[in-house]
């Protein structure tokens, strides 16, 4: 059975890091895309950063320079390095992945494992 287990989520001031992990059991990471998605309060579930099997990275916008992610194979654990926080990443953060083909580009809704999420707030 595959499961995704999310951790590093919490409170910090704006401005700080955070690093978000999610450890990946019952599948190799190898035949993965994944990825890491958020919800606030109100709103719809985005794009963070996904990675693909064949190492494509994409970042939403909003994103872009301030958030990494990376995977580390050996320890079966996607990750999302947080710098610069803002105020408006504040959210319940998603760990998700799709055995998918190697040049595959999965939108949101093609991710069917999703972990159970951790809370990132942001305060000023």
């Known amino acids: 059975q595959v499961q995704l287990m999310e951790s590093g989520g919490g409170s910090v001031q704006a401005g700080g890091s955070l690093r978000l992990s999610c450890v990946i059991s019952g599948v190799s990471i190898t035949s993965l895309c994944m990825g890491w998605f958020r919800q606030a309060p109100g709103k719809e579930r985005e794009r963070v950063a996904t990675s693909d099997r064949d190492g494509m990275t994409i970042y939403a916008d909003s994103v872009k320079g301030r958030f990494t992610i990376s995977k580390d194979n050996a320890k079966i654990t996607l990750y999302l390095q947080m710098t610069s926080l803002k105020l408006e990443d504040t959210a319940m953060y998603y760990c998700?992945?799709?055995?998918?083909?190697?040049?595959?580009?999965?939108?949101?809704?093609?991710?069917?494992?999703w972990g159970q999420g951790t809370q990132v707030t942001v305060s000023s």
């Open positions: 998700a992945a799709l055995r998918c083909r190697l040049w595959q580009r999965p939108s949101l809704t093609d991710y069917n494992l």
